[in-house]
């Protein structure tokens, strides 16, 4: 078990970072979708974090050829998915297992996904039944809904589907299998969830319009599709982490480049600036989406409800949290129930470890209030073995130190994170 020790800042902070680690989301979807075409995709600045080379691992194990030059990968598909003979390790990544799903499903072969110990005990029922509904052979632990998973893929019936969780993984999910299913496919969300999938396969070709109802409808593939030419933005979720550190330390400014401002992904800093930081977006470019750099600086902070469009900021709230632990009055989370099922019970370890940095709080099933405006003492904390939760203490620390156990997690998401938070001190 790896731990980190973080010790105050005590000084302000001006710095441009061009280093943050790429958007893991769409590095998860450039690998997977590459596989569409017969031609090599061609990916700038790939996530090379622990989730999303479990990804590309896997594409390999499915024929794929992958040539890597440090975070510049090429991905030449045989035009043919081949059977792997070994099991395919996810890893932690949610996002991994659940595409993978439904990418799967509907291709002839059999094939077992599994993942590390956190993420053997995550649901996948929400992926696994409706996927069933309409024809995959999915089994696993517990009445299907635990990996390991076996799968046997074979083509798929065309479907109409509400989903009752809004969750882009389970969209995704269910968009892959459309595309090899034999009918118009129908999907529809109660409130947008982030569409990288949406905006990248239609970008390679494939026709995925939404209607007057508000269903997406997916067409399924006549034939290849064109290859992915992208470079991957940073990602808007590890930025945040350094969005925080400049919001709570006086004097703080911080200019986070390339990041994707698709807007399902940066209510976090919409929630910032409500709480009363100034923050300023310098889109640049739209290739798939919006880019451009996000500023942040500090001014005194007050405290904010967040209770809508929850899954476009659903990663950040524990970050967010601790901006509500120094912002002055009550803040209030809602409405977020799916905490409670990401890489950990995000609800119980945000307050549990809040609690003893002597924070005061009220916990809700679907949330939590922060009885802000005091201080983030030092403390142990456990990061629960969840990489959002270990680096968002570690943010917290800047104000007084912290103690952080299992930080090994980090490496899932973010491997320079420790780096980055050093040069604040330089
Ligand atoms: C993701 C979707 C979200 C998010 C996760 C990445 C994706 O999960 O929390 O980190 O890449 O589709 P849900 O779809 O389960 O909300």
Redesign the pocket.
């Known amino acids: 078990m790896e731990k980190l020790s973080i010790e105050p800042l005590n000084k302000p902070f001006d710095i441009e970072i061009d280093s943050i680690a790429s958007d ?2 769409i590095s ?1 979807r450039c690998a997977m979708f590459s596989i569409f075409s017969d031609k090599t995709s061609k990916i700038k600045n790939f996530l090379c974090a622990e989730d999303t080379l479990n990804s590309l691992s896997i594409v390999e194990q499915l024929g794929a050829q992958v040539k890597r030059d440090g975070s510049y990968i090429e991905i030449t598909p045989t035009g043919k998915i081949s059977e792997p003979a070994n099991i395919l390790d996810c890893g932690n990544a ?2 991994g297992i659940r595409l993978f799903c439904g990418l799967l499903s509907s291709q002839e072969g059999s094939y077992i996904l599994t993942g590390d110990k956190h993420l053997k005990e995550r649901p996948m029922n929400r992926v696994a039944k409706p996927l069933r509904s309409i024809g995959a052979k999915i089994d696993g632990r517990e009445n299907g809904n635990k990996a390991p998973l076996a799968i046997r893929g074979g083509t798929l019936d065309a479907f109409t589907y509400e989903s009752p969780i809004d ?4 969209k ?1 999910a269910m968009i892959l299998a459309a595309l090899r299913s034999n009918g118009v496919c129908k999907y529809k969300e109660n409130e947008l ?2 569409d990288h999938t949406e905006r990248m396969l239609s970008g390679m070709g494939a026709t995925i319009t939404k209607d007057d109802q508000g269903y997406i409808n997916i067409h399924p593939l006549t034939g290849v599709l064109k290859p992915l030419e992208i470079t991957v933005p940073t990602d808007p979720s590890s930025a945040f982490f350094f969005a925080v550190a400049a919001a709570i330390t006086p004097n703080s400014r911080v200019v986070l480049k390339n990041v994707t401002l698709n807007p399902t992904r940066i209510e976090a800093y919409k929630a910032l600036e409500k709480m009363g930081a100034n923050i300023e977006y310098v889109e640049h470019e739209n290739i798939y989406e919006p880019l451009g750099d996000i500023i942040v600086s500090h001014k005194e902070l007050n405290a904010i409800t967040v209770e809508n469009n929850i ?1 476009w900021l ?2 950040e709230l524990p970050a967010l949290s601790i901006a509500m632990s120094l912002a002055k009055g009550t803040s209030v989370v809602k409405n977020a129930k ?1 905490l409670r099922v ?1 890489e950990s019970d995000r609800i119980s370890a945000v307050v549990d470890n809040l609690a003893l940095c002597g924070v005061n709080f009220t916990e809700h099933e679907d949330g939590y209030e922060i009885h802000g405006g005091t201080t983030l003492n030092k403390a142990t904390i456990n990061s629960f073995g969840d990489h959002r939760i270990a680096m968002s203490f570690a943010i917290a620390g800047l104000i007084n130190g912290m103690e952080i156990l299992d930080t090994e997690y980090i490496r899932t998401s973010f491997p320079n994170f420790m780096d980055i938070l050093e040069s604040l001190r330089a």
């Open positions: 893991k989301s998860h949610g996002t969750s882009a993984q389970v995704s969830t982030r899954s659903i990663d799916e990401k």
